[in-house]
């Protein structure tokens, strides 16, 4: 595609709930990344694909969380028994491997947990 | 462990004037350094990438510049206008690393 994909734009949950985001980089970009963003603040990283593999999870704040990128393209990021302070933006950006490092993103995920 | 830091975290001028943004980072081994802009309720849109070999960068109005041995990269917007009003993030990308680590941004309103 055109640009970085994230769907849902908007989601409302309820606390415990399960919630799946899904971001479908350009097309091309063997990197991507997933952001987490809270009002008023900087992204903050979450995790780094390669490809299928995740290359660095360091940013993922704890087991509930989870991310996959099975074919190397299209990624989804889990999150299970959600709470409350998981409201937030999730931002998807991608890049490709090899080139200036330039990272582009998509317009986000907005998470909220009630 | 990198830390960026974006000073003034807001800042209001007059349209027409000339400003400039600051950004700072702990750690001068970097990769590249990235600026993006964020309207409200958006995603970022990448402004200007300064390799670390490089010392500024520049599109249209805006020019960026990179001083890596004192930490440091400011973003010159010349000629303001009330569109420009939005919020900018820089973020480095560390030598070895593949991660960008983001500033908390400085909110900038151009006044008609």
């Known amino acids: 595609g055109a640009g970085v994909s994230q769907t849902p734009s908007n989601k409302v949950t309820e606390k415990g709930k399960y919630v799946e985001l899904r971001c479908d980089p350009i097309?091309?970009?063997?990197?991507l990344y997933w952001y987490r963003q809270s009002l008023g603040q900087g992204p903050e990283f979450l995790i780094y694909f390669q490809g299928t593999g995740a290359a660095d999870d360091s940013g993922l704040p704890n087991d509930r969380f989870f991310a996959v990128r099975p074919e190397g393209s299209v990624s989804t990021l889990k999150i299970q028994r959600t709470e409350r302070g998981d409201s937030a933006v999730y931002l998807c950006a991608s890049s490709r491997t090899g080139d200036t490092g330039e990272l582009f993103f998509g317009e986000g995920s907005r998470l909220t947990v009630l | 462990k990198q830390e960026v830091t974006q000073i003034p975290a807001a800042l209001s001028v007059p349209e027409g004037e000339n400003l400039v943004l600051n950004c700072s980072f702990t750690?001068?081994?970097?990769?590249?350094l990235q600026w993006f802009r964020q309207d409200p309720g958006k995603g970022l849109t990448s402004l200007l990438l300064?390799?670390?070999?490089?010392r500024e960068q520049t599109s249209g109005r805006l020019n960026a510049s990179l001083d890596k041995s004192s930490g440091r990269s400011t973003l010159y917007i010349a000629a303001s206008q009330p569109g420009d009003s939005a919020t900018y993030l820089c973020?480095?990308?560390?030598?070895?690393?593949?991660?960008?680590?983001f500033g908390q941004g400085t909110r900038l309103t151009i006044n008609p």
């Open positions: 973020a480095v990308k560390g030598q070895g690393a593949q991660k960008l680590v």
């Open positions: 750690d001068s081994a970097i990769y590249n």
């Open positions: 097309s091309g970009h063997t990197a």
């Open positions: 300064i390799q670390s070999s490089q």
